[in-house]
């Protein structure tokens, strides 16, 4: 009988994985188990910074962005060996029977990797990018898109005033959804992801006809990888006449208080996952389909192929 659970957070941090911490470790104790947090990560498993939680440790954490228990990119645990040691330490040393670990693709293998040691375990998908295959949402994703839209809005205030272009960047390289659907939201001009890719001449010709339509400002949405956008906006200047400037959103996409979609779809998470465990059901990852909760092995899930933008693309492209 599963007595002991854990839960950790790993890979980026993502708004909403408190959200999720807390529903695992409420909907845990309300089904009778011990349930465990570990710190930082798979690090945290190597280094023992596993404690027992209760309801009041995760009070006060609903609203706040981030992780309450840390993260950590901890490569060493690709190797066997290092995870041998993790699954030991979790079972000799804590009792602790099984793992939900809430992250991406790499926070997947991970567990994949305990799975295969006897750990029964349980993924549950945050990211901001939302580019996990095996579901159509991951939590956070919401909350840097509203963060992204308030960041263009802005900048388009300004850029309208100096007839300007701005070529924004924004994160998700594998997944173009945060780009397309920021491209959507923000009515931009035009929006490159990797699925959607259009060359440097492509982008001049496009701006120079604009331009020559007496167009006095544009915005650029484009996913981050594919180019330096400081270096293109010089080249868009040059040759289109355009006064041009680049804005990397970064990190400040990854913060803030989720929002209520956020918030909820983790919660509805973390419930499932207790849930998942209570029947017996592991070494799965769950899914958004629909919205409708599900679950695939997560040897499958990690199988699948990757997510396309392009569709999100062609509308913002059609009304931009
Ligand atoms: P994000 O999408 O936000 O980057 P992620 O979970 O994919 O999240 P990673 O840094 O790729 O982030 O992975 C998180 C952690 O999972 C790694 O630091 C490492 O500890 C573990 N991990 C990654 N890949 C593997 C692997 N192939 N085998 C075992 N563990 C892995």
């Given at each position: 009988m599963l007595k002991k659970i854990a839960v950790l957070t790993s890979g980026g941090d993502a708004p909403g994985m408190n959200s999720c911490v807390r529903a695992v470790v409420r909907a845990g104790l309300s089904k009778g188990f011990e349930v465990y947090g570990i710190y930082n990560g798979y690090k945290g498993i190597m280094e023992g910074d596993i404690k027992l939680l209760n309801r009041?440790?995760?009070?006060?954490?609903?609203?706040?962005?981030?992780?309450?228990?840390g993260t950590a990119r901890f490569?060493?645990?690709?190797d066997e060996n290092v995870r041998k040691i993790a699954a030991e330490i979790l079972t000799e040393?804590?009792?602790?029977?099984a793992v939900v670990g809430i992250g991406g693709d790499g926070t997947y293998k991970g567990l994949e990797g305990l799975s295969k040691l006897g750990i029964k375990t349980i993924g549950i998908p945050a990211t901001i990018?939302?580019?996990?295959?095996?579901?159509?949402y991951t939590i956070g994703f919401d909350t840097a898109l509203n963060t992204i839209i308030e960041c263009v809005d802005k900048l388009r205030d300004t850029s309208s005033s100096h007839q300007r272009c701005s070529i924004i960047e924004v994160m998700g390289n594998r997944c173009g959804d945060l780009a397309a659907c920021a491209g959507i939201a923000t009515g931009a001009e035009l929006t490159i992801t990797s699925d959607k890719l259009m060359t440097k001449k492509e982008v001049v010709d496009f701006l120079q006809s604009q331009r020559k339509q007496g167009k006095k400002h544009a915005i650029v949405i484009i996913s981050e990888k594919i180019t330096d956008v400081h270096e293109f906006a010089h080249e868009i200047q040059e040759k289109c006449g355009f006064d041009t400037r680049a804005e990397v959103i970064g990190?400040?996409?990854?913060?803030?208080s989720p929002t209520a979609r956020d918030r909820i779809t983790a919660a509805r998470m973390g419930v499932y996952a207790v849930e998942l465990l209570t029947k017996g059901i592991t070494s799965v990852c769950i899914g958004l389909i629909d919205n409708k909760l599900t679950y695939n092995e997560i040897d499958t899930a990690l199988k699948m192929p990757r997510k396309d933008s392009s569709n999100y693309v062609d509308i913002a492209t059609l009304i931009g």
């Open positions: 009041h440790s995760v009070s006060e954490i609903l609203n706040k962005g981030g992780t309450v228990l490569p060493e645990f690709k040393k804590f009792g602790i029977d990018d939302n580019d996990i295959a095996s579901t159509e990190h400040m996409q990854r913060g803030g």
